[in-house]
């Protein structure tokens, strides 16, 4: 009887040792990614020049993982033939007190340790062959992140954004004050989901719909 069960715990032992083993030098990274859902169209020079974009990389494994680029797509509905890419250039920071995003560092491949999760706010810079100007109109937002340094993006995501007649409006008005005040790039935050913003008012039907 003791033989068994001395036999039965070292099996138990070898079993979980084993698992560890896995978990720690074996098993591959596992990483995943979201975007947003608000984040900043940059306006200078009169004209969309950036978006700045809030994104969190998680590794759900042991294994370190590294995140080596970000590409984002951005397409007008029913415009398959014009596909704006841009690489990621930049990480952004705010000064806790409030003052203007500044540069935090190039954009570099991300180490992201085991089990854990790093968020950085992400410039995509938009140069001037940008086919088209954000219109009161329907968009695709599509993200490739690679997390081998070489071959295709190992993961992708495609988010929509629905620019409002409101929101159309706030792009031309910050269009025209950085034109006229010369002041630099001018931030217009937008969303992904378009389902709730805050700083509104809601109805008790509204808010019926959208948290029951």
């Keep these: 009887m003791a033989n068994w069960v001395a036999t039965f715990i070292a099996a138990i ?6 698992a560890s083993f896995y978990l720690f030098y074996l098993d591959s990274p596992q990483i995943d990614f979201t975007a947003g859902p608000q984040f900043m169209l940059g306006i200078d020079k ?27 797509i951005i397409k007008k509905k029913g415009s398959d033939n014009q596909n704006y890419i841009s690489l990621w250039s930049d990480f952004y920071a705010r000064d806790l007190f409030g003052g203007p995003w500044t540069q935090e560092s190039i954009a570099s491949a991300l180490p992201i340790l085991g089990n854990s999760t790093e968020h950085r706010l992400v410039h995509f810079i938009l140069g001037n062959n940008l086919p088209f100007q954000f219109t009161d109109s329907v968009y695709d937002f599509s993200f490739l992140v690679w997390t081998s340094s070489e071959g295709k993006p190992s993961l992708s995501k495609r988010f929509t954004l629905s620019i409002s007649q409101e929101a159309f409006e706030k792009i031309q008005s910050a269009k025209n004050a950085e034109k006229k005040e ?31």
């Excluded at 009169?46 to 984002?72: C, H, T």
């Design 13 to 18: 032992s070898l079993a979980v040792s084993g």
């Design 46 to 72: 009169g004209k969309e020049d950036a978006v700045l974009v809030p994104m969190s990389f998680i590794n759900q494994s042991a294994q370190l993982g590294i995140v080596y680029r970000v590409a984002l």
């Design 182 to 212: 010369n002041d630099g790039r001018r931030p217009v935050y937008l969303s992904f989901d378009d389902s709730l913003q805050g700083n509104s008012v809601f109805t008790k039907q509204q808010l019926t719909t959208i948290f029951e």
